[in-house]
């Protein structure tokens, strides 16, 4: 009986863990269910809109305050939840794969939005008022196959080389406006024992090798060629001059004897101290990111210059990367997030968020903005040789990452620059093949 | 034998059916997907046969995973196996300081994976590293420790084998502290000298829990990532990727099923590894 009674209690107590178990795996969803209800109605505070966007750009200061002017004059809540920004695309992926789609989503746009199915999943805003007020620099990262996806709401910056114009001055040297005088400069400053430009090539992404890539896909027909598998890297010439570059300049010593370990880390303090002349950036970090305070030259110090990588004889600059607001037009409170994005839009709630903030401005309306030193002291070398972001967005496959990643390989002597072009090519066609994209299936 | 400790075959229903649900079945369905075309930019998931194994055969980014992994797992398991060892026998002594000391020697088995990853990645930057400090202080030049190859798989063994130390010492301590000492007693009053007592007493006894030792040390090894990514990011270019980090670049691009099929692939090394590793061991107990 004893024995018994000793069985009986044993799985009592195994059922009732399973149980137990199994009630707490369901009981979070019922609370969230609950919670849901709570916050959808509008009796206890408003509408609680679900944002996902990458922790550092849902995070800046112009970011903050337009949720708070909303929050304010609705008295809806944003949730801003930022996800890791390394991993941003695969962890939002992810998410949407398994329906975890937010009300609204940050994303930069271009090709890779594609993977969400835009069609299916977002509002599609071709018809809304403020679509004419988008800058005209902005406009095309907004469309997806000629349709208006999303507000572009995020700061708009200018990418170049930037230059410490002391140390300029002080080796006697003119800003190069051909990539032979650009190299001449580079070879000066190398004989004063100045490192002449900072890569921080260990991270992969500051080779930032997509600006060399703007003047080469400029022209639609190659852009076209290119996604549509009829050509690669391999047979443009101008993408062989790009890797030589990379690959000639590091064995010159132009990037320093440390690039394969530099980081983007150091840039304020290699740049500050004047170790280095030369790094390619885009201006808005000098506001932002750039630490004046600590170090010897300041943010004011340094111009802006077009950049050389072999591909442009009189250099180039990216036109500005903008983060779009889209609104899922699945999710129960879709007209709720649709007026966020209305509220975003008007001119006067933007120009009180992007009040004092060096950008160029993202709306024909925007006054409040300033533009940075940098951007002011080249607008019109910008104006002749600038181009817009192309390689980045509209490249399918592109990633900026996994072709870093290659020209490393290219930098530490593992592969010749045709290697390199063909790893390149593997790694975009891999990507495109997944897509199931025309020409590639 | 206490038959009162053998319980009825029905008592293992329930912890079947909770293995079988949340790891069996799991497990099973998330390799079925090694053979479908499943990515971030397809809804409807359909079969490709062997296609994606054929792909991570064919990538020459795997064969240096391969032998990345298994460095830093041979690497691993030599040089925590025989130092734990080492350590476990001086702190098995009667020292004064002996439960600080085995303390300190655990405190990093503590830390996670990036703490250590960031401490080690600080210790071997090239600027202002304190390693590199320290070897200018001898009149040598600055070594750029994770932009080559070798120089980093030597740096993340070193920060994989301070941040492991801790559980071999204490694993092997727990094996030396389980060796009667009425046997070495007797050992010594037959007049056996102190390696004799090592080779004849002390190694045979403890050598189980050196074998789970270096049974961890192994599989762990051979499932390396997180240091790696947290310290080169398997770069420079792919020279230190781990099978890990391929995994996670697959991911990263969406390519999920070739991220399953990569990971397919190395659950069949590990395993193959693992199981020879226990033939080979139980040989060897038996032969001791």
């Given amino acids: ?441 | 034998m206490d038959t009162k400790k053998i319980y009825p075959r029905y008592m293992m229903i329930i912890p079947v059916i909770v293995f079988v649900i949340f790891f069996v079945l799991p497990s099973t369905i998330g390799y079925a997907y090694a053979f479908t075309d499943w990515n971030s930019y397809v809804h409807d998931v359909s079969f490709v046969g062997l296609k994606n194994i054929i792909e991570v055969f064919s990538d020459r980014t795997v064969p240096i995973a391969l032998v990345n992994t298994l460095i830093f797992a041979g690497a691993k398991t030599i040089i925590v196996t025989v130092l734990g060892f080492v350590f476990a026998l001086i702190l098995n002594r009667q020292l004064k300081t002996r439960n600080a000391i085995r303390t300190v020697y655990f405190i990093p088995a503590i830390f996670s994976a990036l703490v250590v990853g960031l401490i080690f990645s600080a210790l071997f930057q090239t600027r202002n590293g304190t390693i590199n400090l320290l070897v200018q202080m001898f009149g040598a030049g600055k070594i750029q420790w994770l932009g080559s190859r070798w120089t980093a798989v030597f740096a993340i063994s070193i920060a994989e084998i301070w941040r492991n130390l801790g559980y071999a010492i204490v694993i092997t301590l727990a094996g030396l502290q389980s060796v009667s000492p009425e046997y070495i007693e007797a050992a010594k009053i037959d007049g056996a000298s102190g390696w004799a007592l090592f080779k004849n007493i002390t190694l045979p006894l403890i050598m189980p829990t050196v074998n789970v030792n270096i049974l961890f040390s192994l599989i762990y090894g051979l499932k390396m990532f997180d240091l790696v990514y947290v310290m080169t990011g398997g770069g420079p270019g792919h020279d230190t990727e781990t099978f890990g980090t391929l995994m996670m670049n697959e991911m990263a691009t969406g390519r999920y099923a070739q991220s399953v099929a990569i990971n397919l692939v190395f659950t069949v090394i590990l395993v193959i590894v693992a199981v020879a590793y226990q033939k080979f061991s139980e040989r060897w107990e038996n032969a001791e």
Avoid at chain 1, 83 to 92: H, K, P, R, W
Avoid at chain 1, 365 to 383: C, P, R, V
Avoid at chain 1, 397 to 413: H, P, R, T
Avoid at chain 1, 419 to 429: H, Q, S
Wanted: proline fraction near 3%; glycine fraction near 10%; charged fraction near 25%.
């Fill in chain 1, 1 to 441: 009986m004893k024995k018994r009674g000793k069985k009986i209690a044993a799985l009592l107590i195994s059922t009732a863990l399973a149980a137990g178990m199994l009630s707490a795996c369901s009981g979070g969803s019922g609370d969230a269910k609950k919670e849901s209800k709570k916050t959808d109605g509008k009796s206890d505070g408003g509408v609680t809109l679900t944002l996902y966007g990458n922790a550092d750009d849902a995070a800046k200061p112009y970011m903050k305050k337009i949720f708070q002017l909303y929050e304010e004059k609705t008295g809806n809540k944003i949730d801003v939840q930022g996800l890791d920004a390394s991993n941003f695309e695969s962890v939002c992926l992810t998410k949407f794969q398994t329906g975890d789609i937010p009300d609204i989503l940050m994303h930069f746009g271009g090709y890779s939005l594609d993977a969400y199915n835009p069609a299916e999943n977002f509002v599609d805003f071709t018809d809304a008022k403020w679509v004419d007020d988008i800058a005209d620099t902005s406009k095309a990262q907004t469309m997806r196959d000629g349709v208006v996806y999303g507000l572009p709401f995020w700061e708009s910056s200018v990418s170049g080389c930037f230059y410490n114009k002391k140390i300029f001055e002080e080796q006697g040297l003119k800003v190069p406006t051909t990539q032979a005088e650009f190299d001449e400069v580079c070879q000066k400053l190398l004989d004063a024992g100045i490192q002449p430009i900072y890569m921080a090539a260990a991270d992969s992404w500051p080779l930032l090798y997509q600006f060399g890539m703007d003047p080469i896909f400029k022209d639609g027909d190659l852009l076209e060629k290119i996604n549509s598998n009829q050509t690669t890297y391999s047979d443009i010439p101008e993408m062989t001059s790009l890797l030589e570059w990379y690959k000639t300049s590091a064995e010159k010593g132009y990037f320093g004897k440390d690039y394969s370990t530099d980081t983007w880390d150091y840039s304020s303090e290699v740049l500050g101290t004047g170790e280095a002349a030369m790094i390619f950036c885009w201006d808005t970090w000098f506001d932002t990111d750039y630490d004046s305070e600590s170090y010897d030259y300041t943010s004011d110090d340094f111009g802006l210059m077009p950049i050389f990588m072999g591909t442009a004889e009189e250099g180039t600059y990216e036109g500005g990367n903008n983060s779009l607001l889209l609104v899922n037009k699945n999710g129960d409170k879709v007209d709720t997030a649709t007026e966020f994005v209305n509220f975003c839009a008007d001119p006067e709630n933007y120009n009180e968020a992007f009040d004092g903030i060096a950008t160029t401005p993202t709306f024909k309306g925007m006054t409040t903005n300033k533009l940075s030193s940098q951007y002011q002291g080249a607008e019109e070398s910008i104006a002749k040789v600038g181009n817009p972001s192309i390689a980045n967005p509209e490249i399918i496959g592109f990633s900026q990452n996994d072709g870093g990643k290659c020209i490393q390989e290219l930098l530490v002597g593992n592969i010749d620059v045709k290697e390199c072009l063909k790893l390149m090519d593997d790694e975009r066609i891999k990507v495109a093949t997944s897509q199931n994209v025309e020409g590639f299936k």
